[in-house]
């Protein structure tokens, strides 16, 4: 009688075993499930992808069933008709503006060029400044961050004396020396001076990130699950990649998504001191700078793209809080 209890509590504890075994899921699929039920997170997702369909396919033509679509109704850098500059968007019509005009939905500015269509073609440069400086700050903060940490000793002293150097230094401030100082040069020239912001907040940007990490390694590298790790054999660069980097990622994912804004505006505010992407090429940071000077008389060519920059600011902040917690391997589902 012992003996078929004992079998059925085997057979039953098998059964639960089989049950909690099919139920595993890897690290990845737990956090796109978390993901995916932040509803603040898809929406920003929503956002940033919208943001990125306009800006690859703004100048795409579309030929079917007879129909000719463009995207971008015109072309952002051309004059379209001067007499009808400074039209106000379709909308205020129902405010009483008569300064109003169907063919520009959302007006035009003070040389007659269509918003609508600036805005689109704008939004390339402002998302490319904010991913690419992001991701070499990526690299070069998260590689001297865990370098600092994990090696420790004269190596920590003197990468992070280093980042204490250029941490001294005002972040805007030195992108706009650097900025200032190089751009007339033939580097100064690639790309419209595209290149030059790449490396100006790329230079100033991966500080802060790179302290991050090392604090995150200080804390981290004595546990011990770590200490296993250097146990059965495991090279320090394995460490560092299998064990450390991903313990380390929800603070990163943090700063980051908060650093690809922040460089969107870095960029605004060059563009709006002069000193950006060359004319004419459409961003939203020079937009703000050209509608500033007929704000009294309209103040939509100021509003329209700074409306712009904050949404798309307001999404990555959004994915960032969403990425953090589904990242996070002590969040539970």
Same mark, same amino acid.
């Given at each position: 009688?012992?003996?078929?209890?004992?079998?059925?509590?085997?057979?039953?504890?098998?059964?639960?075993?089989?049950?909690?075994?099919?139920?595993?899921?890897?690290?990845?699929?737990?956090?796109?499930?978390?993901?995916?039920?932040?509803?603040?997170?898809?929406?920003?997702?929503?956002?940033?992808?919208?943001?990125?369909?306009?800006?690859?396919?703004?100048?795409?033509?579309?030929?079917?069933?007879?129909?000719?679509?463009?995207?971008?109704?015109?072309?952002?850098?051309?004059?379209?008709?001067?007499?009808?500059?400074?039209?106000?968007?379709?909308?205020?019509?129902?405010?009483?503006?008569?300064?109003?005009?169907?063919?520009?939905?959302?007006?035009?500015?003070?040389?007659?060029?269509?918003?609508?269509?600036?805005?689109?073609?704008?939004?390339?440069?402002?998302?490319?400044?904010?991913?690419?400086?992001?991701?070499?700050?990526?690299?070069?903060?998260?590689?001297?961050?865990?370098?600092?940490?994990?090696?420790?000793?004269?190596?920590?002293?003197?990468?992070?004396?280093?980042?204490?150097?250029?941490?001294?230094?005002?972040?805007?401030?030195?992108?706009?020396? =650097?900025?200032?100082?190089?751009?007339?040069?033939?580097?100064?020239?690639?790309?419209?001076?595209?290149?030059?912001?790449?490396?100006?907040?790329? =230079?100033?940007?991966?500080?802060?990130?790179?302290?991050?990490? %090392?604090?995150?390694?200080?804390?981290?590298?004595?546990?011990?699950?770590?200490?296993?790790? %250097?146990?059965?054999?495991?090279?320090?660069?394995?460490?560092?990649?299998?064990?450390?980097?991903?313990?380390?990622?929800?603070?990163?994912?943090?700063?980051?998504?908060?650093?690809?804004?922040?460089?969107?505006?870095?960029?605004?505010?060059?563009?709006?001191?002069?000193?950006?992407?060359?004319?004419?090429?459409?961003?939203?940071?020079?937009?703000?700078?050209?509608?500033?000077?007929?704000?009294?008389?309209?103040?939509?060519?100021?509003?329209?793209?700074?409306?712009?920059?904050?949404?798309?600011?307001?999404?990555?902040?959004?994915?960032?809080?969403?990425?953090?917690?589904?990242?996070?391997?002590?969040?539970?589902?």
């Amino acid at each position: 009688m012992a003996t078929a209890v004992t079998t059925r509590q085997q057979q039953q504890r098998a059964a639960e075993l089989n049950v909690i075994a099919r139920k595993q899921r890897s690290l990845w699929k737990d956090a796109l499930t978390r993901l995916l039920r932040n509803k603040a997170a898809i929406a920003g997702m929503i956002v940033i992808l919208f943001a990125a369909f306009v800006a690859i396919f703004a100048e795409i033509r579309i030929d079917a069933i007879g129909l000719h679509f463009r995207l971008a109704p015109y072309d952002p850098v051309a004059d379209q008709n001067t007499p009808k500059a400074l039209m106000e968007p379709i909308w205020t019509q129902a405010f009483g503006s008569k300064y109003t005009d169907p063919a520009y939905i959302m007006g035009s500015d003070q040389l007659g060029r269509d918003i609508l269509s600036r805005l689109m073609f704008g939004s390339r440069i402002s998302l490319i400044v904010g991913f690419v400086p992001v991701a070499i700050v990526f690299v070069i903060g998260g590689t001297v961050g865990m370098l600092a940490g994990y090696v420790g000793g004269w190596v920590d002293n003197s990468l992070m004396r280093f980042t204490d150097i250029i941490y001294a230094f005002p972040d805007l401030l030195f992108v706009i020396i =650097i900025v200032a100082t190089l751009r007339g040069t033939a580097f100064g020239d690639i790309l419209g001076g595209l290149l030059l912001i790449f490396v100006g907040i790329a =230079i100033v940007g991966w500080v802060g990130l790179a302290r991050l990490v %090392r604090g995150q390694v200080l804390s981290l590298k004595h546990r011990e699950f770590i200490e296993a790790a %250097r146990c059965i054999g495991a090279t320090p660069t394995r460490i560092m990649l299998k064990h450390l980097f991903p313990n380390v990622l929800a603070p990163v994912i943090v700063s980051v998504a908060f650093a690809i804004p922040g460089a969107m505006l870095t960029e605004a505010t060059l563009s709006f001191l002069g000193v950006g992407i060359r004319p004419p090429t459409p961003t939203w940071g020079a937009m703000i700078n050209e509608g500033f000077v007929v704000f009294s008389s309209t103040p939509w060519p100021v509003l329209l793209p700074a409306l712009c920059i904050s949404i798309v600011l307001l999404a990555f902040t959004f994915v960032g809080d969403g990425l953090r917690d589904a990242l996070d391997p002590r969040m539970k589902l």
